[in-house]
């Protein structure tokens, strides 16, 4: 198994155990992600794109993970996460050319299935 897949399933396998200790703010975080992405003046392929260069630009692997499966899932091309990638590198330097790069491979992990 590729090292986002095992992380985007252990995060879900933990996420509902979080939820017991906490249930109001997981409840609203999971509404926030729901209404978050909806389609707007911003599709939801739009959305997920900004949400992936901020994952890539503060350097979250569960982040980097789920958004980029999504990603995939709304049939995005390799080309238009590229792009994204390289904002996120502008706007986070060195650090997110190496999430970036990790962000590709993830990208041809979850593209492969």
Do not use: W
């Not at 095992?6 to 209404?35: A, C, N, R, W, Y």
């Not at 939801?44 to 794109?49: N, R, S």
């Not at 499966?69 to 502008?90: C, D, P, W, Y």
Request: proline share 3%.
């Amino acid at each position: 198994m590729s090292k986002y897949n095992d992380v985007t399933q252990h995060i879900s396998k933990h996420l509902p155990e979080l939820g017991k200790h906490i249930p109001d703010v997981m409840k609203h975080f999971s509404g926030l992600v729901s209404t978050g992405v909806q389609d707007g003046a911003l599709d939801k392929k739009t959305k997920e794109l900004i949400a992936i260069g901020i994952a890539v630009a503060n350097r979250c692997d569960g982040c980097i993970g789920f958004h980029t499966k999504t990603l995939v899932e709304l049939g995005v091309k390799e080309q238009e996460l590229a792009e994204a990638l390289g904002v996120a590198i502008f706007m986070g330097g060195g650090p997110s050319a190496m999430y970036a790069a990790e962000t590709i491979s993830t990208y041809k992990e979850f593209s492969a299935k």
